[in-house]
């Protein structure tokens, strides 16, 4: 057991090698730790690379041994994204999982105020990077006998709101292309049963300690802990993978 968590992601993680798309962020910062306690190589891109790098750092630090990397990937240009695949493969031997948490929020006071521009900005943040990342790391996950594609969503895709039309569409959009993936690997594993899995992990929204020093009064009822939603990640790992290919496995009640 570890003092993190159940301890329960251990096994089925180490030795394996994840990558983690938006790992600067608090979520990708809880995402790495756990990882790395559960004896993962991990290997973290962002835009950030100031944020990254401390990321990375305190991965470091906190887990002394754990090999935690990081790096500036254009998660837009499918082509840099494949080599970022094709490097993190070269260098450690296997990709065992690519953790998606590259986020971005825009809404509005009502539907008709909602500005197209939004759209576009989600579009690249929340579909886009999705895109190449499933397409640069699917030969590679494919490759690993515990391949995991994790999309952390948001129940918003399932019920959206009128002020939250440009994300919760951009969220669903995400899905169904995580889905499709789902499918691929499916696919490939043949009357045996996918060995690869592609997953999302819905929250309502989630929170961290800096949000709640910040508004101490609030209560982020129904928020999903970003050291929750890491033990979650982790946890992927211990089913089997036709257990979880394909499916939205829910952190919140589902709507």
């Known amino acids: 057991m570890n003092g993190n968590g159940t301890g329960e992601g251990t096994g ?5 090698v994840v990558a983690v798309a ?10 790495l730790l756990r990882l790395a ?3 993962a190589t991990v290997v973290g891109c962002d835009a950030h690379p100031e944020r990254l790098a401390e990321a ?18 254009d998660l837009l240009d499918l082509d840099a994204t494949r080599d970022w695949a094709k490097r993190t493969e070269a260098e450690f031997g296997r990709v065992d999982g690519l953790v998606h948490l590259v986020g971005g929020w825009r809404g509005s006071p009502t539907f008709q105020e909602t500005a197209l521009s939004d759209w576009d900005a989600l579009e690249k943040l929340l579909i886009r990077t ?16 515990r391949g995991r594609f994790l999309l952390i969503s948001a129940a918003g895709a399932s019920k959206p709101t009128a002020g939250n039309a ?3 569409a951009a969220k669903a959009a995400a899905e169904a292309w995580t ?7 499916r696919k490939a594993g043949g009357e045996a049963g996918p060995r690869t899995a592609s997953a999302i992990l819905v929250v309502k929204a989630l929170v961290n300690d800096a949000m709640r020093a910040e508004r101490p009064n609030a209560k982020f009822a129904g928020f999903t ?3 929750e939603l890491a033990e979650a990640i982790a946890g992927v790992w211990d089913r089997p993978a036709p257990e979880v290919n394909g499916r939205r496995l829910w952190l919140t009640p589902q709507p």
């Open 225 to 227: 802990d970003v050291t």
């Open 12 to 16: 089925a993680l180490e030795g394996a």
């Open 166 to 168: 440009a994300y919760s």
């Open 56 to 73: 990375v750092d305190a991965a470091r630090y906190a887990h002394g041994g754990a090999t935690v990397t990081g790096e500036t990937v």
């Open 37 to 39: 306690e559960a004896g």
């Open 179 to 185: 889905l499709a993936l789902g499918d691929a690997f």
């Open 130 to 145: 999705v895109q190449s990342t499933s397409l640069g790391f699917q030969e590679a996950l494919e490759r690993s006998d």
């Open 22 to 31: 938006g790992a600067a962020g608090p979520a990708g910062r809880a995402t």
